[in-house]
């Protein structure tokens, strides 16, 4: 089955640690994008990237870090420095110049204890 | 202001009903033009992809875009009680970049 996976599904932090999260592709598309989600709002771009090794800030990039080493690979790792990570991690990915509609994984929940 | 507004909801209809979802934008520059459905503690699925204005049908879905007002609406027939969920609105200006989404309007269907 063609489709993004993203794991793990819950994970949770204790405060000053540095976690993985962890998103893989197999659509063989080019751009691959991390949004954040909070109770009651939308999707907030994170960091995206439209080609292997380069990648751009989103909306809320601080905090956060990314790398673009394979096609289909784009992990997010959630920094210490992120003040308030507690949220729903959505990971997506598009065709990117053969189209912009996006095809999302099933998330994960981050909550730091 | 935020480049895309959509109505807040939520929403609750009764089954069989017409349901109207709405989204407003302000950059002009938009040219694609898609809806997500999003279930509770899900990834968004995409649902209508739109380019430029018109309308597009899919069963008992209808996206529309107007893009002199500036304007875009989903359309959902025959409203089910599976067709409860979040609901998101988003655009882009080209067809290789990131899109920009509405905050989403939940709708509730009851049986």
């Known amino acids: 089955d063609g489709g993004i996976t993203q794991s793990p599904k819950y994970l949770f932090r204790k405060e000053g640690q540095n976690v993985t999260l962890s998103c893989e592709q197999n659509l063989n598309h080019d751009a691959m994008y991390w949004y954040r989600q909070d109770p009651g709002q939308g999707l907030r771009l ?15 990039a601080e905090g956060y870090s990314v790398s673009r080493e394979k096609k289909e690979s784009f992990p997010l790792t959630v920094t210490s420095a992120q003040k308030n990570p507690t949220a729903f991690y959505l990971c997506a990915s598009s065709p990117g110049a053969g189209g912009t509609e996006a095809f999302f994984g099933q998330g994960t929940r981050l909550t730091v204890v | 202001q935020k480049e895309v507004e959509q109505d807040p909801g939520p929403l609750s209809v009764p089954e069989g009903a017409i349901v109207s979802l709405n989204c407003t934008y302000s950059n002009s520059a938009f040219q694609y033009f898609m809806w997500y459905r999003q279930y509770s503690r899900k990834g968004p699925e995409l649902l209508m992809y739109t380019y430029s204005s018109g309308n597009k049908e899919d069963g008992r879905f209808t996206a529309q875009v107007d893009k002199s007002s500036k304007y875009i609406s989903l359309f959902i027939r025959d409203s089910q009680p599976s067709d409860s969920a979040t609901y998101l609105c988003a655009m882009s200006a080209t067809n290789a970049g990131k899109s920009t989404f509405g905050d989403g309007t939940t709708l509730t269907v009851k049986p």
């Not at chain 1, 994170?46 to 809320?60: A, H, L, M, P, T």
């Open chain 1, 46 to 60: 994170i960091y995206y990237s439209q080609i292997v090794n380069d990648f751009q800030k989103g909306d809320i």
